[in-house]
Each structure stands twice: as C-alpha cells, then as structure tokens.
C-alpha cells in the first residue's frame, strides 16, 4: 500500500473536487456477451459464479484506479484487491459473505473459495475480514435479468470500495447476454476508465482460454 502524493497527482484537481461530495458514488449497468466463456467454463464442469468474479478480479486489478482507497480520509494505492461476495448458506435460503484473496491462477482461485466457504459454515459474516481496504463487493442476482440496481450504503463518502454485480443471463440471438452493473468512487474512478474495464473484460471473455483445466472442482 502506497500514500498518494496528493500535489504531484495528476487527478489532484478531480479528486479534491469529488471527494467530500455527500454521494460520490455512481453506478453503470452494462450488456456483456458472456456466450464463449459460459460454454468454456461448463464445458469444464467449474463454477460460472467463481469462474467470472475470478475473471472481474484479474480485470480490475490492472487498472490502477480500482485500487485506489480511503485510509483515515488520505488517498492510498493497494497492491492487490480482492473479493468479498455473496454466497448461498446450503440448505437454507439465507446468504453469507465471504472473503477470500485472489488468486492469479483460476484453479487456485476456486478451491480456495470454496474452501473459505466450507470453513465459514453459516456463519453470516467474518467481520474481522470486512475491515480491509483492499476489497470488491460483489454480488449476483441469477433469478432474472435487470437494467439497473442499487446497493446497501452506509452514509460514508469516503468509502470507495467498488461494488459489482450481475445477473442472469439471457439467450439474444444466439448469445447469452448477461447484466453487469458497477459502482466507483469518482474521486478515484472517471468515465473513461469503466469503459476501459468493460473493453477489456469483453475482450477476456471472448478470447478466454485455458486448455488444460481441470475438471474435478
């Protein structure tokens, strides 16, 4: 984690305009065509859910601007960031929140998600977890398919946690077309550069590939 240095910061005239504001949060909702990944990744028996955030995850994490956070009102730069997501309790119609590190390697990435899972039980939340700056919210909403959405807030402008979601996919002229909704921060996130993150992680889910995954997870 790395303290910005606010007067040699080319986003100085943005950030102080943008980062006392009571609401600085905003909210895009994309189409993603999620068709050659979904085949791929059930072609190998992996969770689409895991599969995806890993995908988002390794999106976000090379645009510098979603790692920027609030550390005691100051701008910092993590090294990494990682997901905090939503999970369905087994056998219940409750959910938990899980916290896990991501990983680079998928493989990885999803045993040790559901190893966390499996650990945590019922247990709604690890609050210990929550504490941290370096992390993604994000959720998903299978049930249907939607044009926007909203999230739970504390009153907080300096929370800058990015949160994400999608929901069910639907099949559009031979694709499946799946909802993709984010939320900066603008002290620390433009236009421009969730347009660079969805770019970018169309394109990874259209030329995704790893031949030799395992099957067993």
């Known amino acids: ?103 680079d390697d998928l493989i990885t990435f999803i045993h040790q998600a559901k190893e966390v899972s499996k650990k945590q039980g019922k247990t709604f939340i690890d609050l210990t977890q929550e504490v941290r700056q370096d992390l993604v919210y994000i959720t998903t909403f299978p049930w249907a398919s939607f044009m926007q959405v909203s999230h739970a807030h504390r009153i907080d402008n300096k929370d800058a946690i990015p949160r994400v979601a999608w929901g069910k996919f639907e099949l559009i002229n031979q694709k499946y077309i799946m909802p993709f909704a984010i939320e900066s921060h603008h002290a620390f996130v433009d236009g421009r550069h969730v347009g660079m993150l969805i770019q970018n992680l169309q394109n990874a889910i259209h030329d995704w590939k790893w031949p030799q995954l395992r099957s067993f997870l």
Do not use: A, C
């Not at 910005?4 to 909210?27: A, C, G, H, Q, S």
């Not at 979904?38 to 994490?61: A, C, D, P, T």
């Open 1 to 103: 984690m790395r303290k910005i240095e606010i007067d040699r910061w080319n986003r100085k005239e943005t950030y102080l305009f943008y980062k006392d504001i009571d609401v600085p949060m905003y909210m895009m909702t994309f189409q993603l065509d999620v068709t050659h990944f979904y085949q791929e990744i059930k072609k190998r028996q992996l969770s689409f859910y895991l599969s995806f955030m890993h995908l988002v995850m390794g999106e976000m994490n090379k645009i510098e601007n979603y790692r920027y956070r609030f550390l005691d009102g100051e701008p910092y730069l993590v090294d990494r960031i990682h997901p905090s997501y939503t999970d369905q309790i087994e056998d219940s119609d409750q959910f938990k929140i899980v916290t896990v590190d991501y990983e």
